[in-house]
């Protein structure tokens, strides 16, 4: 399975929430985990790999070489970092995602979503399985999500006190449900500063994550 988790606007936790995932994924199965957005290794608090999903993207290497490129970050699970540089050639990319299912399940953190029909980000979100937006009940990122013209599976909502908007607000907005909701909560913040998340993540942030797996499972 290929499921990609992305956003309509920047530091939602998008990221972060593709990292738990991948993490209480593998704790049964085989987990590739993709980062399209670079952030990847300082959330599991690793040291970043030389070389990426971009780097092989500029290069003539086949698809069975990316396997070459991951690295491991805990039990059955493996990363592929984001690389360096600008990826100009996406077309590779299309090539490649068959490759990918070789992993029984393969997430991907697309970071924020681009409309454009070439970019990474789009040709990852139609290739994938299962696509999860990741939002707050914030008007600025909900507008965003409309304009890009998204059509994720479902929604995640990240809760914060002190909005006007609410869940039925987003679901209505968007044509969505909201299957999960994780509060925003200091621990997970912590354990991210501390490089600590794929070692100790918070309660909130490990039952979001569970809920997800639990809705997809088989």
Not at 199 to 216: E, F, K, T, Y
Request: charged share 20%.
């Amino acid at each position: 399975m290929m499921w990609s988790i992305c956003s309509s606007k920047g530091g939602v936790g998008a990221s972060v929430l593709a990292a738990t995932l991948a993490i209480e994924s593998a704790r049964t199965s085989e987990v590739l985990l993709v980062d399209l957005d670079g952030d990847q290794p300082d959330i599991l608090g690793v040291e970043t790999p030389e070389l990426g999903l971009r780097d092989w993207l500029r290069s003539d290497a086949d698809g069975e070489s990316i396997e070459n490129l991951t690295v491991p970050v805990g039990s059955r699970l493996r990363l592929l970092a984001a690389g360096e540089g600008d990826a100009t050639d996406v077309s590779r990319l299309a090539a490649l995602l068959p490759q990918f299912r070789v992993s029984p399940i393969v997430i991907f953190d697309v970071g924020v979503a681009n409309a454009e029909p070439f970019s990474m980000q789009s040709m990852v979100l139609a290739a994938s399985d299962r696509t999860s937006l990741v939002i707050r009940a914030c008007y600025v990122a909900l507008r965003r999500a409309q304009r890009l013209h998204l059509e994720p599976h479902d929604t995640v909502e990240v809760v914060e006190g002190g909005r006007a908007l609410t869940t039925a607000d987003l679901e209505g907005a968007l044509g969505l449900p909201v299957t999960a909701r994780v509060p925003v909560d200091p621990h997970i913040a912590r354990a991210v500063d501390a490089g600590m998340l794929l070692h100790r993540r918070p309660r909130s942030l490990r039952r979001c994550a569970q809920d997800l797996i639990g809705q997809v499972a088989p």
